[in-house]
C-alpha cells in the first residue's frame, strides 16, 4: 500500500478537494484507493455524499484502537473508492490522546494491521500540525502538498518541511515530499501566473506540472455529495484531477504486483 498523507497546515487551500478528486482519478484507473477523512469537520466524508448518521465507524475509532481499519472502512458512490469517515469525536482525539501510549503512531499502527487491500491510502489531514497530522505523517510513505496560488503561498511551507524533518529523524525516515500540488489558479490573475512561478522556481521539480485552476464546479459539488469527477467529469477542474493523478500515478514507486505462483 501507498500511503499518501494530503497534508498542509493552512486552511483552505484545496486538501480536501484534492483528496476527493484525487481518490476518484486513481480509483477510475482500477487502483483501489482508501480515504482517511482525518479532518474533524468531516468534509471529506460530507462531500462522498456519507451521511452523519452512516458513519458507523469512523477515523476516531481507529486511532482510538476501538476498531480496525478493516471494519471501518465503507463503500462511496465511486467504484473501487472506500473511505473511513469522520466524526465530531474527532476534535476531542488531540487531547485524549496524549494520555495514550504511542500516540503518534495509533494511525501507522492500525494501517499496519489492516488486511491492505487497497493500493493508495489518501489520507485527507485538518489545517494544523498538531497530533492528527503527526499521526497521518508517520503513517505516510510521502506527502502531497497542496499550495494555493496566492500572494502568501510559500509561507507557512518552511513551517511544514521542518515538521517533516522532524518526523524523519525521529520516526519515519522514509517519508518522502512526492510532491506539490498547485491550487485554485485563475489565469485571468496575473498574480497567480507570478505565484506559480515562483514556487517553481523555488521548489523546482518537485511541483507537479498540473495546476488546478480554480474552478466554481469543483466547489459546487460536495454539495451534491458527489466527486467533481462525476457531478460533471469535463469541467476544467476534473481535467485537470485527472492529469494530477496521470503524474501521480507516475512518481509512485512500482506496485506489488502479484507473483505468479512457481511451479511444483
Ligand atoms: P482545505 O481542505 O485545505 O481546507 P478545501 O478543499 O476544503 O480546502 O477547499 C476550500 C474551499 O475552496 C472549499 O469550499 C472548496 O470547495 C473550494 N475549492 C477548493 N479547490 C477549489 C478550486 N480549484 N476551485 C474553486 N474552488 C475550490
Ligand atoms: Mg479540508
Given at each position: 500500500m501507498n500511503v499518501?498523507?494530503?497534508?498542509?497546515?493552512?486552511?483552505?487551500?484545496?486538501?480536501?478537494?484534492?483528496?476527493?478528486?484525487?481518490?476518484?482519478?486513481l480509483a477510475a484507473t482500477g487502483l483501489r484507493v482508501l480515504?482517511?477523512?482525518?479532518?474533524?469537520?468531516?468534509?471529506?466524508?460530507?462531500?462522498?455524499?456519507?451521511?452523519?448518521?452512516?458513519?458507523?465507524?469512523?477515523?476516531?475509532?481507529?486511532?482510538?484502537?476501538?476498531?480496525s481499519i478493516d471494519?471501518?472502512a465503507?463503500?462511496?458512490?465511486?467504484p473501487k473508492?472506500d473511505?473511513?469517515?469522520?466524526?465530531?469525536?474527532?476534535?476531542?482525539?488531540?487531547?485524549?490522546?496524549?494520555?495514550?501510549?504511542?500516540?503518534?503512531?495509533?494511525?501507522?499502527?492500525?494501517l499496519a494491521r489492516s488486511d491492505h487491500r487497497w493500493d493508495v491510502v489518501?489520507?485527507?489531514?485538518?489545517?494544523?500540525?498538531?497530533?492528527?497530522?503527526?499521526?497521518?505523517?508517520?503513517?505516510?510513505n510521502?506527502?502531497?502538498?497542496?499550495?494555493?496560488?496566492?500572494?502568501?503561498?510559500?509561507?507557512?511551507?518552511?513551517?511544514?518541511?521542518?515538521?517533516?524533518?522532524?518526523?524523519?529523524?525521529?520516526?519515519?525516515?522514509a517519508?518522502?515530499?512526492?510532491?506539490?500540488?498547485?491550487?485554485?489558479?485563475?489565469?485571468?490573475?496575473?498574480?497567480?501566473?507570478?505565484?506559480?512561478?515562483?514556487?517553481?522556481?523555488?521548489?523546482?521539480?518537485?511541483?507537479?506540472?498540473?495546476?488546478?485552476?480554480?474552478?466554481?464546479?469543483?466547489?459546487?459539488?460536495?454539495?451534491?455529495?458527489?466527486?467533481?469527477?462525476?457531478?460533471?467529469?469535463?469541467?476544467?477542474?476534473?481535467?485537470?484531477?485527472?492529469?494530477?493523478?496521470?503524474?501521480?500515478i507516475a512518481r509512485l514507486p512500482a506496485f506489488d504486483t502479484p507473483q505468479p505462483a512457481r511451479a511444483a
Amino acid at each position: 500500500m501507498n500511503v499518501i498523507a494530503v497534508a498542509n497546515q493552512k486552511g483552505g487551500v484545496g486538501k480536501t478537494t484534492t483528496a476527493i478528486n484525487l481518490g476518484t482519478a486513481l480509483a477510475a484507473t482500477g487502483l483501489r484507493v482508501l480515504l482517511l477523512d482525518l479532518d474533524p469537520q468531516g468534509n471529506c466524508s460530507t462531500g462522498l455524499g456519507i451521511a452523519r448518521a452512516d458513519r458507523h465507524h469512523s477515523t476516531y475509532d481507529i486511532l482510538l484502537g476501538e476498531t480496525s481499519i478493516d471494519v471501518a472502512a465503507m463503500p462511496t458512490c465511486v467504484p473501487k473508492l472506500d473511505i473511513v469517515p469522520a466524526t465530531v469525536d474527532l476534535s476531542g482525539a488531540e487531547i485524549e490522546l496524549v494520555e495514550y501510549e504511542e500516540r503518534t503512531h495509533r494511525l501507522s499502527r492500525a494501517l499496519a494491521r489492516s488486511d491492505h487491500r487497497w493500493d493508495v491510502v489518501l489520507i485527507d489531514c485538518p489545517p494544523s500540525l498538531g497530533l492528527l497530522t503527526l499521526n497521518a505523517m508517520v503513517a505516510s510513505n510521502s506527502l502531497l502538498v497542496p499550495l494555493q496560488c496566492e500572494f502568501f503561498a510559500l509561507e507557512g511551507l518552511s513551517q511544514l518541511l521542518s515538521t517533516v524533518e522532524r518526523i524523519r529523524e525521529r520516526f519515519n525516515p522514509a517519508l518522502s515530499i512526492m510532491g506539490v500540488a498547485l491550487t485554485m489558479h485563475d489565469r485571468r490573475n496575473r498574480l497567480t501566473d507570478q505565484v506559480s512561478n515562483d514556487v517553481r522556481a523555488v521548489l523546482g521539480r518537485v511541483v507537479f506540472d498540473t495546476v488546478i485552476p480554480r474552478n466554481v464546479r469543483l466547489s459546487e459539488a460536495p454539495s451534491h455529495g458527489l466527486p467533481a469527477l462525476i457531478y460533471d467529469y469535463r469541467c476544467p477542474g476534473s481535467e485537470a484531477y485527472i492529469a494530477l493523478a496521470r503524474e501521480l500515478i507516475a512518481r509512485l514507486p512500482a506496485f506489488d504486483t502479484p507473483q505468479p505462483a512457481r511451479a511444483a
